[in-house]
């Protein structure tokens, strides 16, 4: 909790239990180079951000206390060069990645303030993702996302239908 400073001076807990499987599609079902990925969390408590007034989040496991599915998605290799990722799928895994970013509990090194309303946790999003790779040392990666977190809507929550627009958002990200 904030000691001195801050907008109040009270005990804070997140938490977060976290559960995620990926299966070998190649070895279940016969199709080479597929895999099938899914990540459901619960997380829970008080944010801290909320007592001490910070920006960009005190722990990077904080968020809104929620039960959900927060990933399912099936990635598949075309040839060697093309690489393609379907389903809910978390931004910031494929195009906002930190690699040393994760090893810090503050997540001011892990999520990029730059990037405003994309879709990463807590709330993932339906999207196509498509990668090319000429060489080794080189990509280039496309992706289209639900893009309902830039109208306020939270996308942890929405499966498949959010993606195509819903009664509360048509946005893309």
Not at 15 to 44: C, S, V
Not at 68 to 82: M, R
Not at 86 to 98: I, L, M, R, W
Request: net charge negative; hydrophobic share 40%; aromatic share 12%.
């Amino acid at each position: 909790g904030a000691v001195a400073g801050g907008q109040r001076h009270r005990g804070a807990l997140s938490t977060l239990l976290d559960f995620n499987a990926a299966f070998d599609l190649e070895k279940l079902a016969g199709l080479p180079r597929t895999i099938a990925y899914i990540d459901a969390y619960q997380i829970e408590g008080r944010d801290l951000s909320n007592d001490i007034g910070d920006a960009q989040s005190v722990s990077n496991i904080q968020g809104l206390d929620v039960r959900q599915i927060a990933e399912v998605w099936v990635e598949t290799w075309i040839g060697d060069q093309v690489r393609l990722k379907v389903g809910k799928v978390d931004f910031n895994s494929e195009f906002a990645f930190n690699e040393i970013g994760g090893e810090f509990i503050n997540s001011t090194a892990a999520i990029t303030p730059c990037i405003v309303a994309y879709p990463t946790y807590p709330d993932p999003a339906m999207s196509v993702n498509a990668f090319y790779l000429p060489t080794p040392d080189l990509y280039v990666g496309f992706g289209i996302y639900d893009g309902a977190a830039g109208e306020g809507v939270a996308t942890g929550r929405l499966g498949p239908g959010g993606f195509f627009g819903t009664d509360d958002h048509d946005a893309y990200f």
